[in-house]
């Protein structure tokens, strides 16, 4: 007994590209959130801290995954290799970025240092639990058939 299957169309997006979409939007709703919080309970500097940390999030972990990914489809031997790099390069980035703004005193001044902080890290957490939650409910094929090999 067989399960029907359906063809994705030649171009159409795979299920490891919605999930890394979803992640980003999920994200990003949450870090909005925490950033109009932000606003709100504590002033102008809290709310532009978390909507600082919420952009890095985002850029930092949008481009590692999609660079994940395109690693993935092109050079699968490697992909394994190239994720971890990736993951200790973004660790690495934000703990810099920190220390640069640290040093600069823009956590003093325009950005909150603890709304920045924490949004980076609960952004960061938000990022990885929905990537896990929308990777795991998707039906993604270990192996595709070809036309040809049926």
């Given amino acids: 007994m067989t399960t029907e299957q359906t063809r994705r169309p030649p171009g159409a997006p795979s299920g490891a590209w919605s999930a890394l979409v979803r992640a980003a939007l999920v994200a990003a709703v949450g870090g909005l959130l925490v950033s109009a919080a932000g606003f709100v309970l504590s002033g102008s500097s809290a709310g532009l801290g978390a909507l600082a940390g919420t952009a890095f ?3 930092v972990l949008v481009v590692g995954a999609f660079g994940v990914h ?14 971890l790099l990736t993951y200790t390069f973004q660790v690495v980035l934000m703990g810099l970025l920190f220390v640069v703004l640290q040093n600069s005193g823009v956590l003093d ?9 924490a949004t980076i890290i609960a952004g960061t957490a938000v990022w990885v ?16 058939l070809t036309e040809a090999g049926r």
């Fill in 109 to 117: 001044g325009p950005l909150d240092r603890t709304w920045f902080a």
């Fill in 129 to 144: 639990v929905a990537q896990v939650v929308t990777t795991t409910r998707q039906r993604i094929p270990v192996y595709e």
């Fill in 57 to 59: 999030v985002l850029v």
């Fill in 70 to 83: 395109w690693v993935s489809r092109t050079m699968p031997a490697v992909s394994l290799m190239f994720a």
